[in-house]
Nanobody, 113 residues
Framework: QVQVVESGGGLVQPGGSLRLSCAASGFTFSSYTMSWYRQAPGKEREWVATITPSADFVNYADSVKGRFTISRDNAKNTMYLQMNSLKPEDTAVYYC??????WGQGTLVTVSP
């Protein structure tokens, strides 16, 4: 069963940091480009970041560039999103995807004083 599972969300104050994880199974993780997306209630899903299989290329949405870092550990079948300098507008459910056939259930990040 192709599956990705996000974790690490929670409540954090503005300016704080949080690290999200995406655990993958059921596919050859090291061969897949992986991405993070987010969606706030009532808003359209927004792409956040993408990382290629060997992590030789990464790309970020302008809204998170310089604050978020996407990474992966192929030996652990896990992708990460390190989020620093968090802002209230970062509040959303964060999802990971293999850009083909897997979406997770999401993990909620709330940035609030």
């Amino acid at each position: 069963q192709v599956q990705v599972v996000e974790s690490g969300g929670g409540l954090v104050q503005p300016g704080g940091s949080l690290r999200l994880s995406c655990a993958a199974s059921g596919f050859t993780f090291s061969s897949y480009t992986m991405s993070w997306y987010r969606q706030a209630p009532g808003k359209e899903r927004e792409w956040v970041a993408t990382i290629t299989p060997s992590a030789d290329f990464v790309n970020y949405a302008d809204s998170v560039k310089g604050r978020f870092t996407i990474s992966r550990d192929n030996a652990k079948n896990t992708m990460y999103l390190q989020m620093n300098s968090l802002k209230p507008e970062d509040t959303a459910v964060y999802y990971c995807s293999n850009e083909r056939n897997a979406w997770g259930q999401g993990t909620l990040v709330t940035v609030s004083p």
